[in-house]
């Protein structure tokens, strides 16, 4: 059974269309370090482990990352569901990479 966070159809555009899914691929590195971090920790906790579960801390970590900051103010983005959204994005693109080590 897949199992995808709650990213949809309109969340992924509005992303796009502010730049983020780039500001992902720039660096989906450093991006996956992170979500790595946040799977890690959370694992810990909570054995059966869904993508949702990540989210939370990974956005944690997001808002006091600062290149993700910069960006958000570069863009004017000031919003708080840019953190989520973006983190949600994350998870998406890597949950498989995550649950496999």
């Not at 939370?56 to 983005?77: C, G």
């Not at 919003?79 to 983190?87: D, T």
Request: hydrophobic share 45%; no cysteine; net charge neutral.
């Amino acid at each position: 059974m897949a199992i995808t966070v709650a990213l949809t159809q309109k969340k992924l555009q509005d992303l796009k269309d502010a730049g983020l899914t780039t500001l992902f691929e720039d660096d989906s590195a450093g991006w996956k370090a992170k979500a790595k971090h946040a799977y890690t920790a959370t694992h810990a906790y909570i054995k059966e482990i869904r993508p949702d579960d990540v989210t939370a801390l990974l956005v944690a970590e997001l808002e006091v990352t600062p290149e993700f900051r910069n960006y958000l103010a570069k863009k004017k983005l000031k919003q708080k569901y840019w953190s989520e959204w973006f983190a949600e994005l994350i998870i998406d693109r890597l949950w498989s990479e995550l649950k496999g080590g």
